[in-house]
T-cell receptor, first 118, second 111 residues
Framework: GAGVSQSPRYKVAKRGQDVALRCDPI?????LFWYQQALGQGPEFLTY????????KSGLPSDRFFAERPEGSVSTLKIQRTQQEDSAVYLC????????????????FGEGSRLTVL | GQQLNQSPQSMFIQEGEDVSMNCTSS?????WLWYKQDPGEGPVLLIA?????ELTSNGRLTAQFGITRKDSFLNISASIPSDVGIYFC???????????FGQGTTLQVKP
């Protein structure tokens, strides 16, 4: 498709379950980001990939969160042993710009995956 | 995590009115951006600003990059019903794409 695609759109998990969220970026975009958006808040940075390299994972809230982009295209955000505080919308964004170049902040966001942990 | 101070939190205005919202930070940013988010959607970029003092327009939208590099404002002129949504400012401390977002301004427009 023409835009960033995320799946599933909605996920309900019982506390303690593992979840995996998928992101298909815009074709050819080298940069991929994951953001977490709690209800009523702005998005918060989780992690950043340039091609298959994870260059920044400073925003991941705990070691239960893991992201990968093995072939430099599709990315998966995995959350192990989910907790109620993990409930949020997880947004994926991509950019054609590489690290350090101007306009690197002009991101194209997907519709997000809404995770609810019961 | 670190967030910007965005105000107002919400606005309810009459169609045709002008709107102004702003964002301040204790940190300097190289780039300021304004995004709009509709319910159930991801944020969409409206305007990007790259130089201190820069004033940029996109149709009825005008935004400015504060001279101190610690603030920005967004104006919407002659509002219409489709302007309804949540507007987020975002600052970028360096050219990494790692954005720091404000809390958002919810705009409602009465026809």
């Amino acid at each position: 498709g023409a835009g960033v695609s995320q799946s599933p759109r909605y996920k309900v998990a019982k506390r303690g379950q593992d979840v995996a969220l998928r992101c298909d970026p815009i074709s050819g975009h080298v940069s991929l980001f994951w953001y977490q958006q709690a209800l009523g808040q702005g998005p918060e940075f989780l992690t950043y990939f340039q091609n298959e390299a994870q260059l920044d994972k400073s925003g991941l809230p705990s070691d239960r969160f893991f992201a990968e982009r093995p072939e430099g295209s599709v990315s998966t955000l995995k959350i192990q042993r989910t907790q109620q505080e993990d409930s949020a919308v997880y947004l994926c964004a991509s950019s054609s710009r590489r690290l350090g170049l101007a306009k690197a902040g002009e991101l194209f966001f997907g519709e997000g995956s809404r995770l609810t942990v019961l | 995590g670190q967030q910007l101070n965005q105000s107002p939190q919400s606005m309810f205005i009459q169609e045709g009115e002008d709107v102004s919202m702003n964002c301040t930070s204790s940190s300097i940013f190289n780039t300021w951006l304004w995004y709009k988010q509709d319910p159930g959607e991801g944020p969409v970029l409206l305007i990007a600003l790259y130089k201190a003092g820069e004033l940029t327009s996109n149709g009825r939208l005008t935004a400015q990059f504060g001279i101190t590099r610690k603030d920005s404002f967004l104006n919407i002129s002659a509002s219409i019903p489709s302007d309804v949504g949540i507007y987020f400012c975002a600052g970028q401390p360096s050219n990494t794409g790692k954005l720091i977002f404000g809390q958002g301004t919810t705009l409602q427009v009465k026809p």
